[in-house]
Structures are given as structure tokens and as C-alpha cells.
């Protein structure tokens, strides 16, 4: 069964660099799949943030594009979140996922980043 | 890309049957087979209870099914029972993910 776990900081500054990484077990990083990161305001509904394919092929949530990049590094079985210049609205739980023709498969447990000072 | 929009809450009695809607625009729903829908209970993650429109994955029981009428998306779950009580989110695939505005499931 392929697990994923999300890591990084729960805290960080305004207006600087959030950095999560997904740790993926119990499957190939490399098949075909795509490799996501969606967050969940607090009491609020779900927002796509982009993917990476196996390729290296990305794609992100235009409201978010000129700020995320997402990568991939298969010998470490892990995918990454960058996303720059974050403010309190960035505030969030953070979900790394596998998807597949459009549907959202497998979930990390997620973690909740707060951008405070 | 605006979310998609469901309403806010909806509440049935045990062994009633509940509509979940999900309105989007032709860029999303309406051009789309990809509409999946997600349980998520409280402080978990969500889960996958439909996709392609209709189809239920290994595990889900077959009192959740799905549909799609024009550019409304609706998840049914009939036969309700205490254990879904959670919050439900319609989602669109058309090249990026478009996610709804979520809606909470109360069983009375």
C-alpha cells in the first residue's frame, strides 16, 4: 500500500520560503503517476496547488503560479513544495498526493504551516 | 479557476437519502468525465468515494453513487448512516484541479 508523509517546518515567516517534502513508501516514485500538493485553509475547503509527472513535467494553480515550484527527486523517493514570499493567507494544511486521470487516490496525513513572525 | 460551488450543509435522519450539488462552469464540470468526490472526517485526510462522474472505487459502499447533469455534478448517499457525518468535496479535472467549496454532512 503506498504511504505518503509530508515534512517541513510548521512555522514560518512572513515573507519567506515555505519548504515541505513528501516521502513516498510502498510504491514506485517513478510509475505513472502524478505527484501533487493540495492545502485546506483551517475550516476551509481544498485548493490545488500543482503536480509534477514522473517526467519532471509540472503544472500549478494559476493563482499560485509565480510562486510554487515543485520537484522531484526519485533516488530519495520524495517530492518537493517551494513556495516563496508567503503571507498569513498561505496559513494552511498542506497535503502531499498521488493522483491519476483526475482522481486524488492516495493522501499524506498533512501538516499544518502557519506563516506568523 | 474559482471553486466550484456546493452548499454549505445538508442533514438527513437515519436510512433517508441526501443530494450533494456541485455547480461549475463549462470550463470545468461541464467539460469534464474527471468529477470525483471526497469524504473527509475531522482532522484526517480526505478519501476518494467516486470518480469518473459515477464510479465507485474498491470499498466504498454502494449506497454513495454520483451523476452529472450539464454543468452540475451531485453526489446521493442513500440509506445514511452515523458514520457519514463528515465533510464532502466535489473536484474537476480538466488538465489542472479545480476543488468545490465543500459541504458538511449532518446525520440527525
Known amino acids: 500500500q503506498v504511504q505518503l508523509q509530508e515534512s517541513g517546518p510548521g512555522l514560518v515567516k512572513p515573507s519567506q520560503t515555505l519548504s515541505l517534502t513528501c516521502t513516498v513508501t510502498?510504491?514506485?516514485?517513478?510509475?505513472?503517476?502524478?505527484w501533487s500538493w493540495i492545502r485546506q485553509h483551517p475550516g476551509k475547503g481544498l485548493e490545488w496547488i500543482g503536480y509534477?509527472?514522473?517526467?519532471?513535467?509540472?503544472d500549478y494553480n494559476p493563482s499560485l503560479k509565480s510562486r510554487v515550484l515543485i520537484s522531484l527527486d526519485t533516488s530519495n523517493r520524495q517530492f518537493s513544495l517551494k513556495l516563496r514570499s508567503v503571507t498569513a493567507a498561505d496559513t494552511a494544511v498542506y497535503y502531499c498526493?498521488?493522483?491519476?486521470?483526475?482522481?486524488?487516490?492516495?493522501w499524506g496525513q498533512g501538516t499544518l504551516v502557519t506563516v506568523s513572525s | 479557476q474559482s471553486a466550484l460551488t456546493q452548499p454549505r450543509s445538508v442533514s438527513g435522519s437515519p436510512g433517508q437519502s441526501v443530494t450533494i450539488s456541485c455547480t461549475g462552469t463549462s470550463s470545468d464540470v461541464v467539460g469534464s468525465n474527471y468529477v470525483s468526490w471526497y469524504q473527509q472526517h475531522p482532522g484526517k485526510a480526505p478519501k476518494v468515494m467516486i470518480y469518473?462522474?459515477?464510479k465507485r472505487p474498491s470499498g466504498v459502499p454502494d449506497r454513495f453513487s454520483g451523476s452529472k447533469s450539464g454543468n452540475t455534478a451531485s453526489l446521493t448517499i442513500s440509506g445514511l448512516q452515523a458514520e457519514d457525518e463528515a465533510d464532502y468535496f466535489c473536484?474537476?479535472?480538466?488538465?489542472?484541479?479545480?476543488f468545490g467549496t465543500g459541504t458538511t454532512v449532518t446525520v440527525l
Open positions: 469518473d462522474v459515477s
Open positions: 498526493a498521488r493522483s491519476l486521470f483526475g482522481v486524488v487516490v492516495f
Open positions: 509534477i509527472y514522473n517526467t519532471g513535467t509540472t
Open positions: 473536484c474537476s479535472y480538466a488538465g489542472t484541479y479545480v
Open positions: 510502498g510504491g514506485s516514485i517513478t510509475g505513472d503517476y502524478y
